[in-house]
């Protein structure tokens, strides 16, 4: 939220009334929450494409000749090892090793880094870099007001992208970027994004976020291209199985805790902060193994929500992080951390409390739905 505590508005802001979007406050950004069916949308996404305003991502840039150094003490990952033209799904944690975000690195170049940050924690993030990078000869830049950023979403979004760029899309891996042209206007080029689909991110001036929004529109008419908003978004990524900050981690969680072990890489060189807390963790972990993560498939038509207690026999046995109605499979579905004796997919006798009623629950292996290549 601005100093003024008024809502901030992304460049395309207009363009989502004109277009009839629902907004809503999200993370002090005026946001689309949809702009017609949410279901629409999500079926959009999953058949066709769906575009999306992301620009309240917070984007900080690193750069200088000890940038990927620094990034190594900051963050959980081996960012050193990324190579230029790639990206990583990574964390930034506290000396406690509790996480206080996860993130995308981009490597630009050489000496130049994109830390693209959760809008609700961009500034956080930004102040912990900003904070670590005292004894670097490095640079951490705000540059959350120099982009704009648009998603293309789904199956049929390289065909639709393809037809404004001539930048190699079928050589643009998974979590790669590359800087290009789409419908004239510069733009960085990702094939990144957060619905389970393959997609595109496209890092533009905010400037230039309109006109590139119209293209993409007037590309993706003949094939069902739909606007989307945060609504469709969050559904999508439950089915996918993507964790959301502030539901399936918090502070209160390490990586191990939240079996995202796999992204704290102790082999790197130096210290990181967090080291020895993550160290710790693992090894508790490993002795004695903390709630996991697993999917819950509902067998009636309630629909659980965050914090609802997840029991079994009786007792509580854990706690739901984020639910919903899935689009795709039909029923409601629900991401939560259980003991893991009762994390086993396939195992019975589950249940969520939703208002003093335990409704019958089928723990699944997440994701819940994962595209065919």
């Known amino acids: 939220m601005s ?35 949410e279901r629409d949308e999500h079926t959009a996404v999953r058949t066709k494409a769906g575009l999306f305003d992301l620009s309240h991502m917070g984007e900080i840039t690193v750069t200088g000749p000890q940038a990927a150094a620094l990034l190594d003490f900051a963050l959980v990952g081996n960012i050193g090892g990324v190579k230029p033209g790639r990206a990583r799904y990574t964390m930034i944690c506290r000396a406690d090793g509790g996480i206080l975000d996860d993130l995308i690195v981009y490597r630009l170049g050489e000496t130049e880094y994109m830390v693209v940050a959760n809008a609700s924690n961009a500034q956080v993030v930004l102040d912990a870099l900003t904070e670590r990078a005292a004894g670097f000869d490095a640079e951490v830049r705000d540059d959350r007001d120099a982009y704009a950023l648009i998603a293309v979403q789904g199956p049929e979004s390289a065909g639709i992208l393809k037809s404004l760029t001539d930048a190699d899309l079928d050589g643009l891996k998974y979590y790669a970027g590359l800087p290009g042209t789409v419908a004239g206007v510069p733009a960085l080029i990702a094939r990144t994004g957060y619905t389970g689909e393959d997609g595109f991110e496209l890092f533009v001036k905010p400037e230039h976020a309109v006109e590139l929004w119209q293209a993409l529109t007037k590309a993706g008419e003949g094939v069902g291209l739909v606007p989307c908003g945060l609504s469709c978004r969050d559904t999508l990524r439950l089915e996918a199985g993507m964790p959301l900050y502030g539901h399936e981690l918090s502070t209160s969680l390490t990586p191990f805790d939240a079996g995202l072990g796999r992204v704290v890489k102790f082999e790197k060189e130096g210290d990181f902060v967090g080291r020895e807390a993550l160290r710790e963790a693992a090894a508790r972990a490993e002795q004695n193994p903390p709630r996991v993560l697993v999917g819950l498939v509902a067998e009636g038509r309630r629909v659980p929500r965050a914090g609802y207690t997840v029991v079994a026999g009786g007792e509580v046995i854990g706690e739901v992080t984020s639910g919903a109605p899935s689009p795709t499979l039909g029923k409601p579905i629900a991401m939560a951390y259980v003991d893991p004796g009762h994390a086993a997919p396939g195992t019975t006798g589950v249940g969520v409390d939703i208002r003093g009623s335990h409704e019958p629950y089928e723990v699944v292996a997440l994701p819940f739905y994962k595209r065919q290549k």
Do not use: I, K, N, V
């Open 3 to 37: 100093s003024t505590g008024e809502l901030r508005h992304t460049a395309l802001d207009a363009l989502h009334r004109s277009l009839g979007a629902t907004m809503t406050d999200f993370a002090g950004w005026d946001m689309p929450l949809r702009y017609g069916s």
